[in-house]
């Protein structure tokens, strides 16, 4: 299945910014932070047991059910009985993106040994906010309900002082993709997006690759969030990172950055344990 726009809803602006107010006080998760390149969060709506502490996903075959912060949006929880099946809803979530932070490029579903039918409903957005997957950048616009392929590699970006806010819906992944979003407008034109990032250069590489001379233990978490954000604004596959930061520890000739580099692109895109999380 590909990433494709589902269809869009029409939100009602008074009522959803009720709900992102409460939201704008209550407390994100600091769970899968180690994805996080600068302040990308998330807080569960609807999950396993009800219970606001269970944070991780994994995959089960129970109809989701409303965490206490989730019960308390009522605008968001008519949304999801509007628009999706609620037997099929297995987490629900908000994920914040605040400005210049993005998620590390990466596949999900590594650990679960199954998938989702992962599906996103913009609630605030704007043009500074972009996802990508592989090779290509995309805007998701507010209101629209989007299917995200999200074995593949891919990241998501805000580049704005307001922050952007999704709902992510993680549905029983042996659904038709055509039965996962209900009473929604079908998007009149596929508006063709115009990918307006730089030609990437070899001088450009090369000067990222100059971080061989300064790389350490102290800045590489730094040094990867540089990396991680460029794909945005420049044409590359947002995967090309770890080939980057490969080579970077290897000009460095330090032992232990090499394996670092080859540990972090295990993680976020080969194989990932059940409950691992990454350090570094
Ligand atoms: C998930 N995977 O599959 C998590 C969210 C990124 C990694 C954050 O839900
Ligand atoms: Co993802």
């Known amino acids: ?25 209550s407390t994100f998760s600091s769970e899968y932070s180690d994805f996080a390149c600068g302040r990308w969060e998330f807080c569960m709506l609807r999950n396993q047991s009800g219970k606001q502490e269970e944070q991780r996903v994994v995959v089960h075959k129970t109809p989701a059910v409303a965490t206490p912060l989730g019960q308390s949006l009522p605008y968001l929880n008519e949304l999801l009985e509007n628009h999706f099946d609620r037997d099929s809803i297995r987490y629900a979530r908000i994920i914040r ?39 290509n950048i995309f805007h998701m616009g507010r209101g629209e309900i989007w299917f995200l ?19 992510v819906v993680d549905i029983e ?14 998007s009149s034109a596929i508006n063709p997006q115009v990918d307006t990032r730089k030609e990437w250069t070899n001088k450009a590489l090369e000067s990222i690759l100059g971080f061989s001379e300064i790389i350490s233990e102290a800045n590489y978490r730094e040094i990867v969030a540089i990396l991680a954000k460029l794909h945005f604004f420049h044409k ?35 194989d990932r344990a059940a409950g691992e999380v990454m350090t570094y």
């Open 149 to 167: 392929d999200a074995s593949l590699t891919h990241s998501a970006g805000c580049f704005s002082a307001t922050p952007r806010s999704h709902l």
């Open 236 to 270: 590359v596959h947002c995967g090309d990172m770890y080939g980057w930061l490969k080579e970077i520890c290897r000009r460095r000739g330090d032992p232990a950055l090499i394996e670092k580099a080859n540990s972090l692109e295990r993680f976020y895109l080969i």
């Open 1 to 25: 299945m590909t990433t494709r726009i589902l269809g869009v809803v029409q939100l009602d602006q008074g009522r959803l910014a009720g709900d992102l107010a409460v939201l704008a006080k």
């Open 97 to 135: 993106i605040s400005e210049n932070a993005c998620i590390i490029p990466h596949r999900d579903y590594l650990e679960l040994g199954g998938k989702f039918v992962r599906v996103h409903l913009v609630l605030d957005t704007n043009e500074k906010c972009a996802n990508t997957e592989e090779n």
């Open 173 to 186: 992944g042996t659904r038709s993709l055509d039965e996962v979003a209900q009473n929604v407008k079908l």
